[in-house]
């Protein structure tokens, strides 16, 4: 089995709602529990490598919002949509270095529009909207971690 595979197993097992799967094939043994607050992912190795690997993702513990954005109260999100993150990677809004943002607060979205990219482990996955609207806030700043689940973006469908 490999990074791959396991990778698309926990995106089903976080898609499926499931709170605990386990897989064992001849040389690993893996387990996923999902909790509310924390996702914990186990992985054994055969006795001969390594006993046990743990990584833990938590939500992150610093805040990754902008700073230049004013905060939007509470009550007032409740009206949009909020576009989450569905790996964990790293977060990038604009293609490359050189070219153009994705998008901008303020401007207007269409379902199957590219919002962001997502890296996990060397590969690039497009993020593209779910919804059409007015993008109110981006949440995450440039080329910060995401955790899987963690909102990117306010989306007023409006």
Known sequence: ??????QN?????????A???KLETDD??????????ETTFVQQMPMAQMPQVQMS???AATPVAATTETPVAESEDS?????????????YRKP???KPLFVEVGQTIAEGDVLCIIEAMKLFNEIESEVSGKVVKILVDDSSPVEF????FLVDPS
């Open 28 to 37: 690993v043994k893996i387990t996923i529990k999902t909790g509310s607050d």
């Open 9 to 17: 197993l926990i995106k089903f097992v976080a898609k499926s709602g």
């Open 79 to 91: 009206k949009y949509i909020t576009v989450k993150s569905p790996i964990i990677g790293t977060f």
């Open 96 to 98: 490359s270095p050189d």
């Open 19 to 21: 709170s605990e799967v």
């Open 57 to 59: 993702a938590a939500p």
């Open 1 to 6: 089995m490999d990074l791959k595979d396991i």
């Open 149 to 152: 689940d963690q909102p990117l």
